[in-house]
């Protein structure tokens, strides 16, 4: 008999350990498989919902932000980069030259669950890669738009959206409810609305987590 999950997959496309850690769970899900499935879906987050339209510096935003320096900062790179290789996940190794604001990417992803789920998942690994590893501007509307197509979307219906306001009270709001719940750092994990995983976790883990939570372990547990 096959359990079947509901994932709710809490991150923003510029956070490099939502990268890792989606490739893990989808590891994850291959090795439980065919006796555990999941219906995923991409929630937002913003790490920097201030971020002005021009971005800013990678190195200055993370030494402002964690007071970094460049050699952590190379260091910390490489141990992603590392971690993303083991699940297939490609990084720069140079990393990002800015960061830039991701609200109109979610506003892509709010629209894209409600067109095709497994589009939602397409634009969502498009827009990482597009950020993690060609090192695109995610807040460009010709970079969102071309994705989208690549997602299997409607390049017009797209272009539309992000020349409007559409789907941004969605988007906030759905924002809003995962930071009332307690979620302040990603990838946040959450499975059958009850169950959460915190962190880019190794393949291991959310197996484990998977098996148990469908009680394909001899006990159920609640991760938080």
Not at 122 to 142: F, M, Q, V, W
Not at 151 to 167: H, M, N, T, V, Y
Request: aromatic content about 6%; hydrophobic content about 40%; some cysteine.
């Amino acid at each position: 008999m096959t359990t079947r999950l509901k994932i709710d997959f809490v991150s923003d496309v510029t956070c490099p350990w939502c990268a890792v850690g989606l490739g893990a769970l989808e590891a994850a899900l291959d090795k439980v498989a065919p006796d555990v499935t999941a219906d995923l879906h991409f929630q937002p987050f913003e790490l920097n919902p201030q971020m002005p339209v021009e971005g800013q510096d990678a190195f200055e935003h993370l030494h402002e932000k964690y007071g970094t320096t460049r050699e952590q900062q190379a260091q910390a790179r490489e141990a992603i980069r590392a971690r993303g290789e083991a699940v297939g996940f490609e990084f720069r190794r140079e990393g990002r030259a800015r960061v830039y604001n991701t609200f109109d990417a979610h506003r892509l992803l709010h629209w894209a669950e409600l067109e095709d789920p497994r589009k939602q998942v397409a634009l969502k690994k498009a827009l990482l890669r597009s950020c993690h590893t060609d090192g695109e501007n995610p807040s460009d509307p010709e970079v969102l738009v071309r994705l989208a197509t690549e997602a299997g979307l409607d390049a017009e219906r797209a272009r539309a959206i992000l020349a409007s306001d559409e789907f941004a009270s969605e988007t906030r709001e759905r924002e809003r409810m995962y930071t009332d719940a307690g979620i302040h750092s990603v990838p946040a994990i959450i499975i059958n609305d009850r169950h959460l995983i915190s962190g880019g976790q190794p393949v291991e883990v959310f197996e484990r987590a998977l098996r148990q939570i469908a009680g394909a372990a001899p006990q159920a547990t609640a991760f938080a």
